[in-house]
Every structure is written in structure tokens, then in C-alpha cells.
């Protein structure tokens, strides 16, 4: 069954919506699944933009013949090589051979690395400010390395003023009954889960991203269609101001996030008292997570939200509770800057992950560390109430 939407004046959506696959990137779980967008304008010529994963090929191939109609396709564009939209590509071409493929001198040197056996077709090689005119339609390509990967670029439409963004303003969470994200209570429906898709897939990237936004900002952009989740006609500044945000390394909100971790709940029920004390003397919202229970890229994209983050941890073979370990060389490796961060440690001997947590968040950008630092050995009593009050009160700032 064909399933295209109109996206814009001569515009189809022609993705598909993968509500099977369990983690993106196998890594990432997608419980509300993610859609893979792929869009075609059909002009004097024909172009379509990108192709699918994989993991929806049946439905994408008969989209986009359904979209096509028996006409012969002039243009396959490449904003992003990554397999999840690029799978397709030597598939695609196998059943419409005439097309002509169009990408950045990137993108043309990953295309023959994943397809090594693709036949010989026409390539045109576009960089910034090119442009490529479909009849009434001219799209304007502008180059967006790194967000997420080197080759990415975007194209602009003179006519519907749509931006054909790539990656970004994506986000995980699959499409109702409509495209659009006016359509949804999107605060609700998608924020969290476009928090997540951009602090771990694109966050790494903050300056690359700034760099675009700079460019988008002198167009006069009246649709945003991303490769992932709906499209934006309505209230883009929302969206826009959120990627500003997020990009800029600024935190979203002023809630305080407390991550733990804990064999056996002590380290659990140390952090939780904190919590509450945080709560009570700021007001400000506090966030608590078990990092054994809660996926890592959730955490991300908590510290993507919060600008205060408590970490309580367990010392485990003389190092760091691994889960807890695991999340914070996540947020190394995203260069997580901008935040304020206060350390427990726990250990029933000789505690030592205090120690190596501060060695690895020092190194974090434009980052403070409490001094107040709290050891427990094994259990808190109501004896280390003040000894947990007094780090509450020096983790706030
Ligand atoms: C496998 C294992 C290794 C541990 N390694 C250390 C260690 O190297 N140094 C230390 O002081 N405590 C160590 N501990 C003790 C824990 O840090 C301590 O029991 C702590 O209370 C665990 O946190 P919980 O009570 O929240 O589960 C270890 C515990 C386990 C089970
Ligand atoms: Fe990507
Ligand atoms: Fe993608």
C-alpha cells in the first residue's frame, strides 16, 4: 500500500516509519520507533532526496514508485551518506538507471566506499551556494560538515522556501496520522525524545551546528524537513530556538539532575535524600536516575536539559561503578561543557571514585566541580544528615 504525504507546493514525503527496529544505530533504544524521510519534487524535472534504511525498504521502494507514477526520476540527492538514509541508493539506481546522483566531493568518496560495485552514472558534484534549478524550483545546496558527518549538505527551494535540513531539527518517535508537527503536542509527544536524537546523535557537534544555524538565518525559511520526525511549517522558531539552545552548550532548564549508581540502595538512598534537599532549598526541579536502569542516552540527554548535575557512585574494584562510568565518559566524549557538578562517593574500604570521577570531569569544558565532595562508607545515618546537607548546600552553588 502506498503511503506519500504531501510535504510542500510540488513536494511529497515519501519516507517510511520503522516502529520494529529496537535501537537505532544499535545503540540507541527507540521505544516510539523513528521514521526515515526521504522527499520528492516533481518539477519539469524530477529530484528526489535520499532514500531509506534498510529496515524499510519494501515500503520505501513502493512510495516512491507510487510517487513517481511510471516517470523517469532525474536527480537522486545526497545530503547524508550514513546507511540509515543512504541503504537504498544501488537499489534505487538498479531500477531507474538514468538517474544522476548529486552530492558534495564527500559524499561521492563514501558512496564508493559503501557501494564499491555501483555502476557507472552520472555524478554532479555541488558545494556551497551551487545551485540546481528542477524548472520552476531552484534549490540552492549549503554545506553542513559534521552535523553529523563530513559530507552532509542541505538544499534550499526558492519556491516553498523549504530547507531540506539532513540530520538536523530530527529527532526518534515515528508519525501519526499527519507529517506535520503542528499537528502534535510536540512539547509533549516528541521534546524529550528530539532532546535525546540531538544530544547524542548531533550534541558531539555544537559548533558545527552554530555554523549552520548562521547560514539558515539568512533564509528566509518557511518549512524545515529533516530526514528524521515531522515536518515544521508552523512556529520554526520553536524548533529553531531549541537547537540555538542546545547547540550552544547553554543548559535548557534550571533543574538539577542526580545521577546514581548502587548495588545494594545504599548509594541509592544517599542520593535520594539529597535530592530532596536540593529540591528544598532551590525549588528548582530535581531529577533523580539510577544509571544500571536508565539508558545512557537518556542521562545525555538529561545533562543536555539540566545545568547542575550530582553524581553519586559506588567505587567497585578500586575504580568506578561501570554504569555510572560509562556515563561519564559519554559526556566526555560529547564535550559536555557548561555545567556544574558535585561528587559522592561511596566505598566500604577505600573509596576511590571520587577521586577518578574529578580526574575525568576536570577535563570537561567550562565546567565547575563542588569542593564539597561527600564520602560514605557503606550506609548513611541520620548522624551524616549535616555531612549531606552541607554537600547538598555546596553542590547548588
Ligand atoms: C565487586 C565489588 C567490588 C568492590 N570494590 C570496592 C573497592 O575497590 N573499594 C571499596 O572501598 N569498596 C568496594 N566495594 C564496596 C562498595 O563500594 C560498597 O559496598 C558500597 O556500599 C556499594 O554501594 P551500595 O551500598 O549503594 O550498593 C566493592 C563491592 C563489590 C560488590
Ligand atoms: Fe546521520
Ligand atoms: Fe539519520
Given amino acids: 500500500m502506498i503511503n506519500i504525504l504531501p510535504a510542500a507546493k510540488d513536494t511529497w514525503w515519501i519516507g517510511a516509519n520503522d516502529r520494529r527496529t529496537e535501537r537505532f ?37 513502493e512510495n516512491l514508485a507510487g510517487c513517481l507514477d511510471g516517470t523517469m526520476p532525474d536527480y537522486l540527492i545526497i545530503l547524508h551518506m550514513e546507511p540509515d538514509h543512504c541503504a537504498l541508493i544501488e537499489t534505487v539506481l538498479g531500477r531507474w538507471p538514468s538517474l544522476k546522483l548529486v552530492g558534495s566531493a564527500k559524499t561521492f568518496q563514501l558512496l564508493s566506499q559503501f557501494f564499491p560495485k555501483l555502476p557507472e552514472t552520472e555524478k554532479i558534484t ?26 552532509v549538505i542541505m538544499a534550499y527551494d526558492d519556491v516553498t522556501k523549504a530547507l531540506f535540513s539532513a540530520d538536523a531539527f530530527g529527532t526518534f518517535g515515528t508519525l501519526s496520522g499527519s507529517i506535520f508537527a503542528d499537528d502534535y503536542d510536540f512539547e509533549k509527544e516528541f521534546l524529550s525524545e528530539a ?58 532548564s534550571s533543574d538539577i539532575l542526580v545521577v ?6 545504599h548509594t541509592a538512598a544517599a542520593a535520594q535524600a539529597a535530592a530532596a534537599m536540593l529540591e528544598e532549598k532551590t525549588g528548582r526541579h530535581t531529577a533523580v536516575y539510577d544509571a544500571s536502569k536508565t539508558h545512557v542516552s537518556e542521562l545525555i540527554a538529561e545533562v543536555w536539559r539540566c545545568g547542575t548535575v550530582v553524581i553519586f557512585c559506588p567505587t567497585y574494584n578500586m575504580g568506578i561503578y561501570p554504569p555510572v562510568e560509562s556515563f561519564i565518559n559519554d559526556m566526555a566524549a560529547l564535550n559536555v561543557q557548561n555545567r556544574h557538578f558535585a561528587i559522592a562517593q561511596n566505598g566500604s574500604w577505600a573509596p576511590a571514585s571520587g577521586k577518578l570521577i574529578l580526574e575525568k570531569l576536570e577535563k570537561l569544558k567550562n565546567c565547575t566541580i563542588s569542593e564539597n565532595t561527600l564520602t560514605i562508607k557503606g550506609a548513611l545515618s541520620e548522624a551524616d544528615t549535616d555531612a549531606l546537607l552541607a554537600f547538598a548546600e555546596a553542590a547548588i552553588q
Avoid at 546514581?260 to 540502595?265: H, I
Wanted: charged fraction near 20%.
Fill in 25 to 61: 544505530e544499535n545503540i540507541f533504544p527507540i521505544p516510539k520507533g523513528v521514521t526515515y524521510n526521504s522527499y520528492v519534487i516533481k518539477d519539469e524535472k524530477t529530484a528526489i532526496f535520499d532514500t531509506c534504511d534498510t529496515a524499510v525498504s519494501g515500503q520505501y521502494l
Fill in 126 to 151: 555541488v558545494g556551497e551556494g551551487d545551485t540546481l534549478s528542477l524548472g520552476t524550483h531552484t534549490l540552492t545546496f549549503i554545506t553542513a560538515p559534521m552535523v553529523h558527518w563530513p559530507e
Fill in 260 to 265: 546514581y549508581g548502587s548495588l545494594y540502595g
Fill in 195 to 252: 532532546r535525546r536524537y540531538y544530544a547524542n546523535i548531533v550534541g558531539k557537534f555544537g559548533p558545527q551546528v552554530q555554523t549552520v544555524l548562521k547560514k539558515a538565518a539568512a533564509l528566509d525559511i518557511a518549512c524545515l524537513l529533516p530526514l528524521h520526525g515531522p515536518v515544521w511549517r508552523k512556529d520554526l522558531s520553536y524548533f529553531i530556538d531549541k537547537y540555538q539552545t542546545w547547540s550552544s552548550g547553554t543548559p535548557e
